[in-house]
Structure formats: C-alpha cells, structure tokens
C-alpha cells in the first residue's frame, strides 16, 4: 500500500509524466565554473567511457531521459536498467529507449536486484521525495559493488533575485491544501547529506548547482505550475496565484521580454566502500 506521499506522486505522475525531463532536460546549469548542458549530463558523465563491463541503475528514471543520454553512447559492455514505481513514466521510457534498457517498476527501498551487482547508481531529483531515505541509502549499498559510484541530484537552497524567489514568496500566502511530506528533509541540506552518506561511503562530495529556466513571464509561469507545491493548489487559488505572479515578475522582464528562472540544486558523488560487507 502506498504511502500518502506516494500516493501523492503516483497521481502526479499519471498526470504530468515526463514534466521533469521537458523542464530540465535542456536546461544549462553551472557547476562551480563550469556549465553544462544539463543536470542529466551532469550525471551522465560520472559513467566512465570505457569498453569494460559496467552495469549503471537509474532510480526513479521517470521517462528514461538519462537513460536514453547513456545509451546513445552504444558504449560496449554498457548495461542500463531503471526503476520507478511510475507506471505511466515507465510507458514513456519504455516508448523512448526501444529496448536500450531494462525497466523495472518498484519503489527505491526494495530494488529487484541481487547484491553487488551494479557499477553506477545515478538519480535525478527523486531522492528527497523518497519516505524511509535510510532504507533506499542501505538498498543502494547492497545492490553497488564494492568501489561502485553513485551520485545523485536533489533540490537545493533558493536562490535569490529571479522568478523562483517571487513565486515561493506568494506560495507562503497561498490558498494551499494541508501539506504533503516529501521526504526525508535532512536530503535538502548539504551537512544532511554528508550525515546520510556518511555509513558505508567515501570521498563524499556535495556541489551547489545553479540550473537556468529563464523565458517568458508566461513560459517561467507554466513551468512552475508544475511543481508540487502550485499543483496542490485548487484552480480558484492557481489562477490568483498566476494573476499575482506575473504582475510581481515584471520589475524583472529583460529587454528581450524574458525573466530569470534560477532552480538551486546539488550533486552529491560518492563512492561505496571497498571493504564493505
């Protein structure tokens, strides 16, 4: 039986699959100096370019966005495999990867594989979603092989002076549903996740990610309907919300019409212990 809370995102899923990948499959992040082209390609380097068997799981896949990065690698001896308890995202992956994965859907505290078995443990903005977070780390650790690599991406802190930060200060005043716990909250702070990673990992590493969502006042607005907390909002409420927000945006609107969207996340990489049992 599901949780409320996955309750919450199986519906939300249903609905709205594939929204993660349309928002931030194109979008640019910067990574202390560096940019990227995306979050996805963030995680999609950490899997080394190489011809040696490696087996890379990606938990909560959602519509194999990732996996389908990897797999146009056609690196050999690349296996790919993905999870989520999404059965709508699944289809989605499923119609976009052709076979180049093998899919599973469960929930991340109970992975369908045997132990040590995989190289890569990659996912993208799910872990702090996830209920009973100490379970999902100990299932991570069983099914990576001693040395295996995971690194995930999460929400992080708001940055401030964009379109987010005008959004999250009219949702305090919000006509909003009694909340939903997502998640384990220690998984949005960066010494949380460093506490969480600390048993049965090194070389833990934690990196503030800034991605780039900027557009129209209209486009920024449609994006952030999106989220769990506006989509939790009646019609009455959303559409009060979206008359205060793009009036608020406007001392941001650039030349070019457009609005800075700025999401904070991080990266977390870690490697699993060598000598672990």
Known sequence: MPSPSESYLLDFHARLAGVTSRWFGHAPVQRDEETAPSTYALLEAVVPHDARPLAVLDLACGDGYLLELLARRKQPGLSLMGLDMSEHELVAA??????????????????????????????????????????????????????????????????PGNALEVFAGLMKSAAAVPPTRLGDPRVRTSDGLRELFAEGFVDVAVQSLSVQGDGSPHEVWESLLTTYDADRLSPAAQASLQASFLQAVEPLRRADGSVPLRWGMRQLTATREAHAA
């Open 94 to 159: 499923r119609a976009r990867l052709h076979g180049a994965a093998a899919l599973f859907q469960g929930r991340a505290q109970s992975l369908p594989l045997g132990d040590a078995n995989v190289d890569v443990v990659l996912s993208h903005l799910a872990l702090m979603l996830m209920d009973d977070v100490e379970t999902v780390l100990a299932e991570m650790r069983r099914v990576l092989k001693p040395g295996g690599r995971v690194s995930i991406v999460v929400g992080g802190d708001l940055v």
